[in-house]
């Protein structure tokens, strides 16, 4: 099932990004406050005030914000949240350094800012400095951050770890409001704590980062890289915060140990969200749908062979599908094995609640493009050794198609679907919609602890 990003409303400037000492940070955003607390009298400022809602901390370990910030291509606030009108600032940059225009961060990008940001801190220094351009084009593309400020206005916490020598913790405060048409009373704006440091200067500071979650309300943990509650400071915040929000299309390096970990916080009783299981939701519906008929109600329990499909390079949809579909069915994991092939075939058998074994195959499938998200599900099929079970059934992407499933013959007598993905599966508009909806996913749970017992038998 589609859905629809949030709607755009533009932010207005109170405060842009103002370096202070982090003794400062409290005493500065009430300066704000205190400073718009009243209307003008010509009425063409309104009352502005703090939103006491929750707080948003957001561990960012892209640098690709900062960058086009310190070279004027961005103007919006750093927060370390993408979306449109970081792509429009991207856009501009690679316009201005003669590189092919497609508004995404790359390596090659990031080498390039930083050559610019090195050269212009040369000149700087020497007194050469000419005024940075403006570009109007960021504004023009505000979006999805935008629009998660004008929805869920919070106090955010973003976190900048940077290489190099410890200097200790920069901070800067802004404050930026929605601007609702509707609204004729004051304005309910955002406020927004940078800090930027080695990871070392970070974890020192890990105790005032904490005491800037705002009191009782709810706070929310992204974490834009691999969980670890051997990192001080994403230990401290994981216990900090109401909940923890991960993307498991990032556990590159090693997705079954990093999907394990959040298997284990969410036991030792952390409320953790994945962004990448909300692009399960499609393929769910379809599946629970293909056996809605009457007809076809029972034949859900003859299922015991399974192929699973997923863009190659991150196999933690295809494990939490697995895990979602055996949690709902009372099947009890029993071995696991993987071949080093090109398709990394893992053959996984489980057993149903009667005694019958089942049998389940994941692919990885290699794609010239792996698009936005890697590790996006291709292709599966359910079908039953038993001839006579009306099971079969199959879904396939609508990009790629169910040629393998197909090559596998007997497609004709199955029930096949095209899954439509969602609109947008970037993260940041999935995070949008989960700050709609905060509380325990119990669904998510369940699956997931399915997919731990996989995970922890020897392959």
Aim: glycine share 6%.
């Amino acid at each position: 099932m589609a859905t629809h990003s949030p709607s755009l409303v533009p932010l207005q400037s109170l405060q842009a990004p103002k370096d202070v000492s982090l003794s400062e940070i409290e005493a500065e955003l009430a300066k704000i406050w205190q400073s718009y607390s009243v209307a003008s009298d010509d009425s063409n400022t309104l009352a502005a005030t703090r939103a006491a809602t929750f707080t948003l901390v957001v561990y960012e370990p892209e640098e690709t914000q900062q960058l086009l910030a310190a070279l004027g291509f961005y103007t919006g606030p750093i927060d370390g949240i993408g979306g449109p009108r970081t792509e429009a600032a991207i856009r501009a940059a690679e316009s201005s350094l003669g590189m092919k225009r497609d508004g995404k961060a790359s390596p090659l990008l990031l080498e390039k800012l930083r050559e610019a940001l090195a050269k212009k801190s040369i000149l700087v220094a020497v007194g050469e400095a000419t005024r940075s351009p403006s570009y109007a084009l960021d504004a023009a593309g505000a979006g999805i951050a935008d629009a998660i400020a004008s929805q869920n206005p919070c106090r955010i916490i973003s976190l900048f770890p940077v290489a190099g020598e410890d200097e200790g913790v920069t901070a800067q405060v802004s404050a930026y409001c929605p601007i609702n048409k509707q609204s004729r009373n004051a304005l309910v704006c955002g406020e927004y704590i940078m800090l930027k440091g080695t990871e070392n200067a970070l974890e020192r500071v890990a105790s005032m980062v904490s005491s800037l979650v705002m009191g009782e309300l709810p706070s929310i943990l992204w974490w834009k890289a691999t969980p670890s509650t051997d990192q001080a400071l994403f230990d401290r915040l994981s216990k900090t915060c109401t909940a923890v929000v991960v993307d498991s299309s990032h556990f590159l390096t090693d997705p079954e140990g990093d999907l394990l970990k959040v298997a284990h916080m969410i036991q030792n009783q952390v409320q953790v969200s994945d962004l990448n299981w909300r692009r399960l939701a499609a393929w769910q519906e379809l599946t629970a749908e293909a056996f809605d008929p009457p007809e076809r109600r029972a034949a859900i329990r003859e299922v015991d062979r399974i192929v699973i499909d997923y863009e190659k390079g991150n196999s933690t949809q295809a494990l939490m599908f697995l895990g979602w579909l055996a949690s709902r069915l009372n099947w009890e994991p029993i071995s696991r094995s993987k071949e080093d092939d090109i398709y990394e075939l893992q053959r996984i058998h489980l057993t149903a609640a009667d005694g019958r074994a089942i049998e389940v195959e994941l692919a990885a499938i290699p794609t010239a493009d792996t698009g936005e998200v890697t590790g996006d599900l291709v292709s599966l099929k359910l079908t039953s050794t038993n001839l006579d079970a009306d099971c079969c059934t199959v879904l396939c992407s609508e990009t790629t198609g169910c040629m393998r499933m197909e090559a596998g013959g007997g497609a004709q007598s199955c029930r096949i679907n095209q899954v439509t993905p969602l609109d947008d599966q970037k993260a940041e508009t999935l995070l949008g919609e989960q700050l709609q909806r905060l509380g325990q996913d119990v669904l998510f749970e369940e699956s997931l602890a399915v997919t731990a017992k996989i995970l922890t038998i020897a392959a």
